[in-house]
């Protein structure tokens, strides 16, 4: 366990690295629902690299990308293809922070750091987790400006909300052996429990099977579930991720919906592509979760998923991988009282998964 408390006060954003950060923007708008809010790059002072900060509901990503190849988000590109760089917490003291997790074992990547325009001052820093991917520490209560400094407003027009609410919980990907040491790392460096523990058992098919542990900040705000790949007779779609993100990374992030039939809706209208359920899925569902408050017709012509445990039932639904490589891919989910993360749906999803990867030819 960890020996100095880091209190952590929520997902502040996601930073994605991406080619092309002007026109992930506009896909993150037109597909998703969310609104570009605001831009940095060579008009705001800023010479190396281009952001842009889209935002629904609580939801922020901040899609960034280089302004030349010697860049490190050109190199983080090339080898990993667009994805999660970082996922950001927002903390109420950075230097304390920095100094405790450092103190708990962590590799800082990004010491205290203090950026200032006329707005106030912005206090970050960073630490590596798994792969390439980093956890940034934010204090806002200093600063009064857009963001942070060197980022203007965007007046671009207003998009149809999907109705996402926040990050529910992102998801990474490691190596066979490499789950523990990171359900460790969380627990040591930032004080993280674990909540549930999935074993091959849990999930597997026929052909392929995973792990996984889902470890949660103490104050249970913020979830991060880590899978690792498990022996089965063919490649599980772990080891698709690992090969084509060349190595480990986030693989998908789930977000919070207050009504997922309205959200799968606009979601499919602008072109979004959700894994396929087979019919047979719901023939059993009544006798599997009991009675639920959503029409079972409705949830079967928009592919919704459904789960109950003990506290109550979650709705949710996964997309096929938003990118050319088979890597990143979203969950839409609406709890109503399970705090679980579907376990019940994951062989469902899993032989679905397969037929994917078998058109990809990486099965
Ligand atoms: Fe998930």
């Known amino acids: 366990m960890s020996t100095e408390r880091v209190p952590l006060e929520a997902i502040d954003h996601l930073e994605y690295f991406v080619g092309n950060a002007f026109q992930a923007a506009h896909f993150y708008r037109t597909m998703f629902g969310f609104n570009i809010v605001a831009h940095s790059g060579l008009t705001t002072g800023r010479r190396g690299q281009s952001s842009y900060l889209v935002e629904q509901g609580k939801v922020r990503f901040l899609l960034t990308s280089a302004l030349s190849p010697d860049c490190p988000v050109a190199r983080h590109c090339a080898l990993h293809g667009d994805g999660v760089h970082s996922v950001a917490f927002r903390v109420n003291n950075v230097e304390e922070t920095i100094n405790a997790v450092k103190a708990n074992g962590a590799t800082v990547v990004k010491p205290l750091t203090t950026w200032q325009d006329s ?56 190596e066979l052996g490499a789950m523990g040491h990171w359900a460790d790392y969380y627990a040591r460096v930032l004080g993280f429990t674990q909540l549930a523990h999935f074993t091959d058992k849990d999930i597997s098919t026929e052909y392929t099977a995973l792990m996984s542990k889902v470890m949660q900040s103490d104050n249970g705000v913020i979830k991060f579930p880590i899978n690792e790949p498990a022996e089965g007779r063919k490649k599980s779609q772990i080891d698709e991720y690992l090969d084509f993100y060349r190595g480990p990374g986030v693989q998908h992030v789930a977000m919070t919906t207050g009504d997922i039939i309205a959200t799968v809706k606009r979601l499919r209208a602008s072109g979004i592509e959700f894994l396929y359920v087979p019919d047979a899925y719901y023939d059993e569902l009544v006798s599997r979760i009991g009675k639920i408050d959503e029409d079972l017709a409705e949830l079967k012509k928009w592919g919704v998923l459904v789960d109950r445990d003990d506290d109550g039932y979650l709705l949710q639904i996964f997309t096929k991988p938003v990118e050319d490589r088979p890597t990143l891919f979203y969950e839409i989910i609406q709890r109503k009282g399970s705090r679980g993360f579907g376990v019940g749906n994951f062989k469902a999803l899993f032989v679905s998964i397969e037929e994917e990867q078998r058109r990809r030819g990486t099965l």
């Open 119 to 174: 707005f106030g001052e912005l206090h970050f820093a960073a630490i590596k987790t798994y792969g390439d991917t980093v956890h940034t520490f934010i204090d806002r209560s200093d600063y009064k400006g857009v963001f942070a400094p060197k980022y203007e407003l965007v007046e671009s027009p207003k998009t149809e909300s999907a109705g996402l609410l926040a990050v529910d919980h992102v998801v990474g990907n490691v």
